[in-house]
């Protein structure tokens, strides 16, 4: 029987690395955290409220049970020589998001690969540095791990990281998880700083007529380059294939353009690939009802509204406000479970709330 | 002097046609409503309350002051040649997403283009049809009138049914307007669905792994491809320059895939232009103090976090929540000015919320 965990060194005081500290800290299980980097050190010590952060002197005196490295991947080999110097019986799990890539480094190192888990969880903000870090950045999110050829105690003890942060554990292989990851992660990423990058180039007077559309679509385009250029290289063989297809298939458009029909067809492809992803955590896609409330832009509304659904006792599933600067009101669309939809609309009709259904 | 538009007469009851008479309808104005599908002609009925919509016998009766149409952009040629049998005296404003087509189909017509003024309101939803309308879809969006070659009265006229609706008036020609939205509009809608397509030939187990990246950059492939078909046919030459553009930004890419420093300028790039792009309705982008509060996933806690920001009066610029299936907690996202923040923090805390500061 594998013991718990009582100590546990993370390297790398990022969102991620901070995030998990976070959590397994509000475990009970004692924590030292190591940065290169002063300021995120110094921050994340902060943050954790604990002195012990990045006291190497103190560290240097507890041997952990598990060692979790959540820098950026190209460290990875550099921290393991460091670490493995500081204890013998090192037990690595890393964080990154590619697996193939950690393990070939990993075989080349003084570590066993049976003492290497490679994981991955898939939670991450467009933000990052300690700064960003939460306790429940894991919750309900897909947290892989690869069990090939790793050892039974060391599966015990990410497993047992992976629960007490919340995450929804998903065993993979290495090629699966790269491969699944460049399509879900990393050509969204790449897709939306292609779209983002021809935007240095444009018209300001042509800018100002930019809509929801083109931020959603762009979003990702302000990640962090550096992180990013790390994990694309590295990924680069899972890559390749899918945007070779898209280049194909951008081919195909531009011969295509000016035939409407043809064009159709391209749009309608979209909409039958975008109705395959699951829902929000994983399930099901979830169907709301969704009511609008056309406000005065002005304290209290939203709180005299929200009051107005709590004596009803119905739940609001999810918020949504609009701000018309300029002008006197706002939108506020409120979801609903469905079989709360016409009991919502009736009683905020009633209380006088200029109410629409929407979709 | 012109004259106040009395009558409007809109020809298709979808998202665009349907709200513009709900706002009109609110001012006071007669409305006539027409769609060639008896569907969408007897929703938008019931959703103006107005027995007349869409009856023809009486509606040749009146003289409408304006004609707006809304249909998709192919029909407009056959719905002037409709409407004119109808109206000599005709007088059309169209709402299409694209303007230099509509010019050249109108030149080619009975109509005289003094008679036609194109404009396009940059407003619209992923749904569609006349039951996604909302009297305020146009509210402090922008509205984009072309002028050149368009007589006094008709101007007028199109301003007013712009400032009924609430939009803001950005004055283009014909061609700036078209390059702006294959840039602003055009561009991101082919790259969503660009990426959607990949997802048709993806591993189902390699979807369970998507999170809010791939939704929100895959947002809009579920536009209506009908529509989209016509639109990207029609501004197939302002939107080529950019594919090939994309295209010679993608091919590199390709190039330098495996290379981190070459993928970190890659992304960095996309940063940067995102950085170009003007705040939510055209403004300056605007900084928000972000406030993140773990809650108890149940009714009441909303309700008692806004009204603990109303004790100090503070507005609430923006709010998302999240919710974590299977777990008691939730985390509420707070956006305030940066001037309120500490304030905001401070009461929070002091109330016994579990609040933290986000970025």
């Given at each position: 029987?594998?013991?718990?965990?009582?100590?546990?060194?993370?390297?790398?005081?990022?969102?991620?690395?901070?995030?998990?500290?976070?959590?397994?800290?509000?475990?009970?299980?004692?924590?030292?955290?190591?940065?290169?980097?002063?300021?995120?050190?110094?921050?994340?010590?902060?943050?954790?409220?604990?002195?012990?952060?990045?006291?190497?002197?103190?560290?240097?005196?507890?041997?952990?049970?598990?060692?979790?490295?959540?820098?950026?991947?190209?460290?990875?080999?550099?921290?393991?020589?460091?670490?493995?110097?500081?204890?013998?019986?090192?037990?690595?799990?890393?964080?990154?998001?590619?697996?193939?890539?950690?393990l070939l480094?990993?075989?080349?190192?003084?570590?066993?690969?049976?003492?290497?888990?490679?994981?991955?969880?898939?939670?991450?903000?467009?933000?990052?540095?300690?700064?960003?870090?939460?306790?429940?950045?894991?919750?309900?999110?897909?947290?892989?791990?690869?069990?090939?050829?790793?050892?039974?105690?060391?599966?015990?003890?990410?497993?047992?990281?992976?629960?007490?942060?919340?995450?929804?554990?998903?065993?993979?292989?290495?090629?699966?998880?790269?491969?699944?990851?460049?399509?879900?992660?990393?050509?969204?990423?790449?897709?939306?700083?292609?779209?983002?990058?021809?935007?240095?180039?444009?018209?300001?007077?042509?800018?100002?007529?930019?809509?929801?559309?083109?931020?959603?679509?762009?979003?990702?385009?302000?990640?962090d380059p550096?992180?990013?250029?790390?994990?694309?290289?590295?990924?680069?063989?899972?890559?390749?294939?899918?945007?070779?297809?898209?280049?194909?298939?951008?081919?195909?458009?531009?011969?295509?353009?000016?035939?409407?029909?043809?064009?159709?067809?391209?749009?309608?492809?979209?909409?039958?690939?975008?109705?395959?992803?699951?829902?929000?955590?994983?399930?099901?896609?979830?169907?709301?009802?969704?009511?609008?409330?056309?406000?005065?832009?002005?304290?209290?509304?939203?709180?005299?509204?929200?009051?107005?659904?709590?004596?009803?006792?119905?739940?609001?599933?999810?918020?949504?406000?609009?701000?018309?600067?300029?002008?006197?009101?706002?939108?506020?669309?409120?979801?609903?479970?469905?079989?709360?939809?016409?009991?919502v609309m009736?009683?905020?009709?009633?209380?006088?709330?200029?109410?629409?259904?929407?979709?």
């Open positions: 029987m594998t013991s718990k965990l009582s100590h546990v060194r993370i390297v790398g005081a990022g969102l991620i690395g901070t995030s998990i500290a976070l959590a397994l800290k509000s475990a009970g299980i004692h924590i030292s955290l190591a940065d290169s980097d002063p300021r995120a050190q110094s921050l994340a010590r902060d943050i954790l409220g604990d002195s012990k952060v990045g006291d190497s002197n103190e560290d240097v005196l507890e041997v952990e049970d598990l060692c979790i490295i959540a820098t950026p991947p190209e460290a990875l080999t550099q921290v393991i020589k460091a670490e493995i110097q500081r204890n013998p019986e090192l037990r690595v799990m890393d964080v990154s998001s590619i697996k193939t890539k950690p480094d990993v075989s080349k190192s003084a570590l066993s690969t049976s003492r290497f888990a490679p994981t991955h969880p898939m939670a991450g903000r467009e933000v990052s540095g300690p700064e960003s870090a939460r306790g429940d950045l894991f919750t309900g999110r897909p947290w892989v791990l690869v069990r090939e050829g790793v050892d039974q105690d060391l599966l015990a003890h990410a497993e047992e990281v992976i629960a007490i942060c919340g995450g929804v554990l998903m065993s993979r292989s290495a090629l699966d998880h790269d491969r699944a990851v460049a399509q879900v992660s990393h050509l969204p990423q790449i897709v939306a700083s292609l779209l983002a990058r021809t935007l240095e180039s444009a018209d300001r007077s042509d800018l100002e007529l930019a809509g929801a559309g083109l931020r959603d679509t762009t979003r990702l385009a302000d990640s550096v992180l990013w250029g790390q994990i694309i290289a590295s990924n680069a063989d899972a890559i390749r294939p899918l945007l070779i297809s898209l280049q194909n298939d951008l081919v195909s458009l531009l011969e295509g353009l000016d035939e409407s029909e043809f064009a159709q067809a391209f749009i309608a492809g979209g909409g039958q690939g975008r109705a395959r992803i699951p829902g929000k955590h994983g399930g099901q896609p979830r169907e709301y009802f969704n009511v609008t409330i056309v406000i005065e832009d002005k304290p209290g509304q939203l709180a005299a509204i929200i009051e107005s659904c709590a004596q009803i006792e119905v739940n609001i599933e999810d918020l949504l406000i609009e701000h018309t600067p300029g002008q006197d009101t706002g939108l506020i669309t409120l979801s609903f479970l469905p079989s709360d939809g016409p009991t009736a009683h905020l009709h009633h209380e006088g709330w200029k109410v629409h259904p929407s979709r």
